[in-house]
């Protein structure tokens, strides 16, 4: 594996009385896409709000490698957390301009002045047509879109993507996977994305993890996975069963 960016060590999550996640050991190397799938409570979006360093395990250890650093949520700077973009599934928009959201992350960072890069973002995601339009009049996919816009224009190192093509209609589910896929391959930025759309996963992923019921069933390159998957429960959930 090429260098890696997350590391994590007997990994437990625990809210109240219930273990939600469970990772014995898991590393995500530089530049690739890591699809999580499974059943909705599975773990999916609580491992992905660690690697964003949200939250801070119960027990074991999430890091992350920065330039030769290792960086836990407990010893991230801002810095460090500006590495790391986070897409939801339902995004929050600020009650500005389409063209001010985008630029917002910019903004905080003291980045003025920087309407062509601003510019160029809108045209990636196919907004520059309605850039000074109220977030309030625009469709469930313009919103999202704008919400990819303002995380790619900061050029993250990681992207974490929360099901950010649940419930789209066609168009925008390609738009944002070609982002996605841009931003990977242009931009050698590592993705990890959570999705219920299996053949989301085998379109952009380079390796796919099955978690049920907080433990990581297997993990494979995106092919072995489908293909050749070794644990009877992975080939269910790939073949449409159900499997819990």
Not at 17 to 25: C, G, N, Y
Not at 34 to 43: D, H, I, K
Not at 83 to 105: D, E, H, K, T
Request: hydrophobic share 45%.
């Amino acid at each position: 594996m090429s260098d890696i960016v997350y590391s994590i060590e007997n990994l437990e999550q625990i809210y109240g009385s219930r273990t939600v996640l469970r990772v014995p050991s898991l590393q995500i190397a530089q530049g690739e896409v890591l699809a999580l799938v499974g059943p909705s409570g599975a773990g999916k979006s609580t491992l992905l709000r660690l690697l964003a360093l949200l939250e801070t395990p119960t027990r074991g250890q999430v890091t992350l490698h920065l330039d030769g650093r290792a960086v836990t949520s407990a010893t991230a700077t801002i810095e460090d957390r500006r590495q790391i973009a986070m897409v939801f599934q339902r995004p929050v928009l600020l009650s500005r301009s389409v063209r001010a959201n985008v630029a917002y992350g910019l903004r905080l960072r003291g980045k003025r002045n920087q309407h062509d890069r601003v510019e160029a973002a809108l045209e990636r995601v196919a907004l520059t047509h309605i850039a000074d339009t109220h977030p309030r009049t625009l469709s469930g996919g313009e919103m999202q879109r704008v919400a990819v816009a303002r995380s790619l224009i900061l050029e993250p190192r990681v992207l974490l993507l929360d099901e950010p093509t649940a419930n789209l209609d066609p168009y925008n589910v390609g738009l944002i996977e070609s982002l996605v896929r841009e931003q990977n391959q242009q931009f050698g930025a590592t993705s990890v994305l959570v999705t219920h759309n299996v053949f989301q996963a085998r379109r952009l992923a380079s390796r796919v993890a099955l978690i049920l019921d907080g433990d990581i069933i297997e993990i494979a390159p995106t092919e072995t996975f489908f293909n050749a998957p070794r644990d009877p429960r992975t080939a269910a959930f790939v073949s449409g069963e159900f499997v819990y």
